[in-house]
């Protein structure tokens, strides 16, 4: 059974591009959510994403949007990166319809995004 | 707003000795309580969490937690540390059904 998984591991990118991170959850699991974790930080939530929707959101900008698949898996967008969105982002998912408990939440690997 | 505050950025402890990392909560509603931990160069892996019922869970490796309502707090305790428990401890709160607000972490040392 296949955890959370994560692409790319590690991306690089300039000042003003755009990125598309990507997540596939664990089997079973219909929701997803998208986390940033800074250098000695917790992570922090970023939204949310159920039955294709952007369920709930963070406080970030409308740089960072997102999208869910018919097959639950997810992506993240950043436009116009900022050199303060170097972090690890991170992918949880959840089995909300499956559980009822969309809280317990499994982590992904993460996929580390440095801007210069 | 809801936050979740860890006591110690470091604690450097010992193999076989006791630990207990402190995390408070504040919010006043019904709240589901996690700890997670983030070995070196692994992703997060859920601890134990705390729903409903006893206040005290147990979790994998030796770990448990204690919900005290009354203090708003979730203290991860084990009472004989080893060098594999060497890890980044993060106390997390949902309160809103969806997101995690997570401490900013204990990075725990254990010397052997």
């Known amino acids: 059974d296949a955890g959370v998984t994560q692409s790319p591991t590690h991306l690089i990118k300039t000042r003003g591009q755009q990125v598309t991170l990507r997540c596939s959850p664990k089997?079973?699991?219909?929701?997803v959510s998208w986390y940033q974790q800074a250098l000695g930080q917790g992570p922090q939530f970023i939204f949310q994403?159920?039955?294709?929707?952007?369920?709930q959101r963070g406080n970030f900008p409308d740089r960072f949007s997102g999208h869910q698949f018919p097959n639950y898996s997810s992506e993240l967008n950043v436009n116009a990166l900022l050199l303060g969105d170097s972090a690890l982002y991170l992918c949880?998912?959840?089995?909300?319809?499956?559980?009822?408990?969309?809280?317990?939440?499994?982590f992904g690997p993460g996929t580390r995004l440095t801007v210069l | 707003a809801q936050s979740v505050s860890q006591h110690n950025h470091h604690v450097i402890l010992s193999e076989a000795a006791s630990l207990e990392l402190g995390c408070n909560y504040s919010?006043?509603?019904?709240?589901?309580l996690f700890w997670y931990v983030q070995y070196p160069g692994q992703h997060l892996q859920l601890l134990l969490k705390?729903?409903?019922?006893?206040?005290l869970v147990k979790g994998i490796k030796g770990f448990e937690a204690e919900f005290i309502k009354s203090k708003f707090s979730f203290n991860l305790r084990k009472p004989s540390v080893q060098w594999s428990d060497t890890a980044e401890y993060f106390c997390?709160?949902?309160?809103?059904?969806?997101?995690?607000?997570f401490g900013q972490g204990t990075e725990l040392s254990v010397k052997p």
């Open positions: 949880a998912s959840s089995g909300l319809r499956t559980s009822g408990r969309g809280d317990e939440q499994f």
């Open positions: 089997s079973g699991h219909d929701t």
């Open positions: 997390a709160v949902n309160a809103q059904g969806g997101k995690l607000i």
């Open positions: 705390y729903f409903s019922g006893d206040p």
């Open positions: 994403y159920y039955e294709e929707e952007e369920r």
């Open positions: 919010y006043g509603g019904t709240v589901n």
